[in-house]
């Protein structure tokens, strides 16, 4: 089962929050990628752009994403 750790503005930060979790060994998927791509006026009015890991990665994927933001 997948699980919504991240709701971006855009596209371009969803696609960091990937990296830096791929960069982590944990696999991500934005299942709104083609429509955030193609039409991102679409998520500046909506809960944003997800970003998704499977169940047993939530809880690490949740830590390194506050990590990184503790460390900006």
Do not use: W
Not at 25 to 46: C, H, K, W
Not at 51 to 67: F, G, L, R, Y
């Amino acid at each position: 089962m997948m699980r919504t750790i991240a709701r971006c503005p855009d596209i371009t930060q969803a696609h960091s929050i990937k990296m830096l979790l791929g960069g982590n060994g944990i696999e991500a998927f934005i299942p709104d990628e083609n429509v955030a791509a193609v039409a991102p006026y679409l998520f500046s009015t909506r809960s944003g752009v997800r970003v998704q890991v499977n169940e047993k990665d939530e809880t690490v994927a949740k830590k390194i994403i506050s990590e990184y933001k503790d460390s900006l």
